[in-house]
């Protein structure tokens, strides 16, 4: 089955740990993405990646970065989060950029306490 | 800067009726847009997107959406409600050319739709 896959889907830290959020996918796409969805700010982008060693920051880059060593997987690291940083991340893949669909994974939800 | 509009929190319908969701975009040049849906609990799904062409798109589970490029609007529709389609609804819009890597999207609308 066609997927996009996000582990863990619920965290609760404490401010400073260092975490990692993974992301998987199995269809061989080149695009990866994450956001986050916050209430009343609907879908911020936070880095993509066009393909492997690739990264690009989105709108929301600060406090988060990201690592394409595999074309798969597109891990989410938060260095030392921070309570502002307790949100629902989401992370997405498509096979291109601009005109293509993307597939979004069910999601992480994260509080920082 | 490219942005989204999705000027209604909440859209309540009675299964049955037509509905309408509302979006309008902002982009330099021309866009692609984009409607996905999110269940409860679950990440976004796609339902359609306008490259070019004809302004009407079909898509997934009975929707369409109209293209209009002087009003800057890409409005969801579907003819017949369903209790089922109550979800959030998410409009996105991508620049056709430089920056296409990025998408960005409206706030949500939720859609009710009650029996």
């Known amino acids: 089955e066609a997927q996009v896959t996000q582990n863990p889907r619920y965290l609760i830290t404490v401010t400073g740990k260092k975490l990692t959020v993974t992301c998987s996918q199995n269809?061989?796409?080149?695009?990866m993405s994450w956001y986050r969805q916050d209430p009343g700010l609907g879908l911020r982008q936070i880095y993509y990646?066009?393909?492997?060693?690739?990264?690009d920051k989105g709108d929301v880059p600060e406090g988060y970065k990201v690592s394409r060593k595999e074309k798969r997987n597109f891990p989410l690291i938060l260095e030392s989060p921070s309570p502002n940083q307790t949100s629902l991340y989401f992370c997405?893949?498509?096979?291109?950029?601009?005109?293509?669909?993307?597939?979004f994974g069910p999601g992480t939800r994260l509080t920082v306490t | 800067a490219q942005s989204v509009a999705q000027p209604e929190d909440q859209v309540n319908v009675a299964e049955g009726n037509p509905l309408t969701v509302k979006c309008t975009y902002s982009v330099s040049g021309n866009p692609y847009l984009f409607w996905y849906v999110q269940y409860p609990n679950r990440g976004l799904q796609f339902l359609l997107k306008y490259i070019t062409g004809d302004n009407l798109v079909k898509g997934s589970y009975g929707f369409e959406a109209e293209f209009n490029k002087s009003q800057t609007s890409f409005h969801l529709k579907k003819p017949s409600a369903l209790v089922s389609d109550s979800a959030l609804y998410f409009c996105?819009?991508?620049?056709?050319?430089?920056?296409?890597?990025?998408?960005?999207f409206g706030t949500g609308t939720q859609l009710k739709v009650e029996l």
């Open positions: 269809m061989n796409h080149e695009y």
């Open positions: 997405a893949s498509s096979v291109g950029r601009g005109t293509y669909e993307q597939y």
């Open positions: 990646s066009m393909n492997v060693e690739v990264t």
């Open positions: 996105a819009v991508s620049p056709l050319t430089g920056g296409g890597n990025k998408l960005t």
